[in-house]
């Protein structure tokens, strides 16, 4: 189970942390990170962290989010800065865990200009 928290509402420029942890059973996970939907729009990878330490970013965030990770506490955060209108949209917490994807149920962020 992925729990997530942390989305809201801010204005442009703002910026919000979403925190995400697994519970469960937890075997080994492979990587973590968030997805998005913005509105009327097919969901996106934003950023994921590797068990390794690697990160990845979807170009539009580069710079202005930062993710890390806690492997003891299967937990996963998504520092979001300088947060833009077009980052607006429902964030969902991902996990791979031996070979397979999982969802949480997303939370909603919306940065209005």
């Known amino acids: 189970q992925l729990q997530a928290s942390g989305g809201g509402a801010v204005q442009a420029g703002g910026s919000l942390t979403l925190s995400c942890t697994a519970t469960?059973?937890?075997?080994?996970?492979?990587?973590m990170g968030w997805d998005r939907q913005p509105p009327g729009k097919q969901r996106e990878v934003v950023a994921n962290?590797?068990?390794?330490?690697?990160?990845n970013y979807t170009a539009s965030v580069e710079g202005r989010f930062t993710i890390s990770r806690d492997n003891a506490k299967n937990t996963v955060s998504l520092q979001m800065n300088t947060l833009k209108p077009e980052d607006t949209g429902v964030y969902y917490c991902?996990?791979?865990?031996?070979?397979?994807?999982?969802w949480g149920p997303g939370t909603q962020v919306t940065v209005s200009s």
């Open positions: 991902t996990l791979r865990m031996l070979g397979f994807d999982y």
């Open positions: 962290i590797h068990r390794s330490g690697t990160t």
């Open positions: 469960g059973n937890i075997v080994s996970i492979d990587a």
